[in-house]
């Protein structure tokens, strides 16, 4: 009998496994290898820029007290404010600040006592960092150099800047420059404020409008100072002073920068291309004439979207820089309280321009909030219409066009009648019963309208029916005049089921039983059908006006707008349950916004 030799070995997933295991111990072997070279390399350049700045505060040190200073800086002297420094093959930037230092022990400058001569000595500070080293923190060193002999008086001034943020408070480490071109040399100044927001220049020369400041931070708004020109004549802050032996303060305001994600849409929140509006800002650079800070045209995409970047904190204000659009209402209404930093979002509802028009903002006097579903109701210049704000309508006024139309597009026209009703030879736009007789005059008993289909661009939530004339003469009967509605999210259903106020085919909506079922909503298109009918056939209902409200998602708060109004004086009359009302009057020319405060009861 033969032997059998017996062999063993790895099988392919025993191998795959030790191979990843292997991988996973060498893959951390070498990122901590990595990590120490890093560690190692990152100790190197702090050591290196120490020995720099060192050696270069000890040159300050070494220089005679007059001659430390910035070049054509204050206080003037020889040292650069930046430059670059090779140690080792590397290069690093350094930054060197000197500063007047008025030290309380002596008193201060504008103080009590009063120091007129407040620069005590001398603090040098100097900042380094390696350039293309993806250095996070830089090193910084300072040093004081003082004077060998006593102070003497000073025939120079301070200027003290302060710099804080939107809501008041000290904004550190903000980048002030600061240029005097009635020196020879130019004074420039380049430094940064302290924790408490503030930068004190002390003995700096004199000069009459003279010191030209900008304040800015990275990724914050930038505050300056003007000279006044021809088309800035009056400038709202002028180059600053600085007196003889007194201190001069000014004070800057940034904070961070934002963003507007701007949409214009129609009142169906359908989006409108290529729309022209300017923005301006209420802080102003000058006045008489008027020169704002932030005053911007720009123009909606194709579709209906522009973003504005670097917007700083301010109150802004909104208009078409076309006659082609009126601003219907905006979400958030305008202005716009900007807030340092934020990415808002603004929707801009328009509606075709018309000559005259008003805009009607009603806010929460105390909060200062919109208030939506509040009554505005407009009169004069035989205008007298009633919107409720934040609520958008469709209507129809008119029905002396024919029979036939399927889509809402010829304001005088509908789909159909049932034959026994004054549609097509209506006066004055009025829908009542045909006739039976003439002499006498008598009326058909009854009959029926049915609408074209309204389209709300998208689908949307119905609030109410609202029936003109409110009320029909007593002859016809109680609900003489009375709708049903059917909606769908197809323009073309397989049939239109008209419904009530509970839903159902057994009820209808009269003027006093007029909230839609909330089973209608959330649905793109509407048609009504409006019944007549009367107890005495001498006598007939009449319909002049019918409106379907709804609100969307580009409904503007707390706004109702009026167009086509006539160039005149009008009664704004608004009233909202409580609130106590309000009543005013308003001349209309152009295209006008006003707002409201209503208090609460």
Partial sequence: ?????????????????????????????????????????????????TAILSQELEIARNLPYDQVGIINGSPIGLLPHTKVVTLNNVNFSLVTTVRNIDD??????????????????????????????????????????????????????????????????????????????????NLIIDDTTD??????????????????ITVSKSGY?????????????SPVKPPSNVVAQNVTDIAFSIDELGSINFHSVSTMCAAIPNVGFNIKGAKMLGVDPDVYKYDQNFTTDESGDKTLSNIEFDNYHLTPTALTYDIAGTIPAFPLNFIAGASQEVTAVLKPHTANSLLVKVFDAGTGLPLSDATVHVTGSSYDTTILTGV??????????????????????????????????????????????ISPLTYISSGNLESSTFDFGSAVTFRNL????????????????????????????????????????????????????????????????????????????????????????????????????????????????????????????GNLDTFVNLSPL
């Fill in 195 to 212: 924790s408490s927001g503030y930068l004190r220049i002390v003995d700096t020369p004199t000069g009459t409008l003279a010191y030209n």
């Fill in 466 to 589: 609202v029936i003109d004339p409110l009320t029909q003469v007593a002859q016809t009967g109680a609900d003489s005049l009375k709708f049903q509605l059917a909606t769908s999210n197809s323009s073309t259903p397989v049939s239109w089921n008209f419904v009530g106020p509970d839903g159902t085919a057994s009820t209808y909506f009269t003027a006093s039983n007029n909230v839609v079922p909330a089973s209608l909503s959330d649905n793109r298109y509407l048609r009504y059908k409006a019944y007549l009918s009367t107890n005495n056939n001498r006598y007939t209902p009449i319909l002049s006006e019918i409106a379907v409200t709804y609100t969307v998602t580009c409904a503007p708060p707390g706004q109702a707008f009026f167009s086509g109004l006539a160039a005149a004086s009008y009664t704004v009359d608004v009233s909202r349950s409580g609130y106590a009302a309000s009543s005013g009057s308003i001349s209309v020319s």
């Fill in 104 to 185: 309380p022990f002596d008193g201060t400058i504008g103080g009590s006592p009063n120091d007129t001569s407040p620069a005590d000595y001398k603090l040098v500070e100097m900042s380094a960092i390696c350039i293309g080293c993806n250095q996070q923190k830089l090193i910084k060193l300072s040093t004081i150099v003082s004077p060998r002999q006593l102070e003497g008086a000073s025939t120079n001034g301070a200027l003290f800047i302060q710099v804080f943020d939107q809501e008041g408070l000290p904004v550190s480490g903000a980048d002030v420059h600061v240029v005097n071109t009635d020196l020879n040399p």
């Fill in 1 to 49: 009998m033969f032997g059998k030799k017996l062999t063993s070995g790895f099988t392919l997933v025993e191998a795959v496994v030790a191979a990843a295991i292997f991988l996973l111990f060498a893959v951390g072997v070498y990122g901590g290898l990595t990590m120490v070279f890093k560690i190692v390399y990152q100790s190197r350049i702090k050591i290196l820029e």
């Fill in 221 to 233: 708004s930038s505050d300056y100072t003007i000279v006044a020109s021809e088309s800035n004549p």
């Fill in 392 to 437: 958008g309508y469709l209507r129809q006024t008119d029905w002396t066009g024919t029979t036939g139309q399927v889509m809402y597009i010829d304001e005088s026209r509908y789909f159909a009648n049932s034959g026994t009703i004054n549609g097509s030879g209506a006066t004055a736009g009025n829908v009542k019963l045909k006739k039976a007789s």
